[in-house]
């Protein structure tokens, strides 16, 4: 009975059925399973868009990274990105490659001067006496396990001192550059 004011106005009577209970349940799950597949349609299509945009970026950024530290490859740059930080970072990056791809080859070309001057005499461009020696000294190791032999020629000049001592050291130095071209 339904009352108002201690008064009965009516029935309500309720009915178990259980096809139209099965039937809401149905639907309630459909529509359930329905949102749970946009959703998971979604998430793959942005974890996608994601991984296109920003992870793929942030691999080539660890590649040409690494090909840098380990292989001394400043030559590899990173391709415009998508996303404008991303793009921005590749910029500073490859600019970042540019001065240490510089700096590589002034230092390589630094030290080949270096090893220029510590074996070989400055006057002459001459190996200089440890240099000579240490190649005689490989020569010998050559010859040894090539089984072949060489010879070392052995330039001396006599009176030397007179050219000094009579048209002072810069005639001297000219003397020993010419000698040093016949080689």
Known sequence: PIESQGNVIGYLSLQADGEKLFSFILRGLLGTMGCLLIVVAGTLYLSRRVQRRVSLPLDALGLVARSALRDRDF?????????????????????????????????????????QKAS?????????????????QQACIDATAGDYRFAVFFIDSDGFKNVNDQHGHAAGDQVLQIIARRK
């Open 120 to 136: 070989h005499d400055s006057l002459t461009c001459l190996l200089n006496r440890s240099a000579f020696e240490a190649s005689l």
């Open 75 to 115: 030559s590899v740059r990173l391709p415009p990105a998508s996303i404008q930080e991303l793009d921005e970072l590749g910029q500073n990056f490859n600019g970042l490659l540019d001065e240490m791809q510089a700096w590589h080859a002034s230092i390589q070309d630094e030290n080949l001067q270096l090893s």
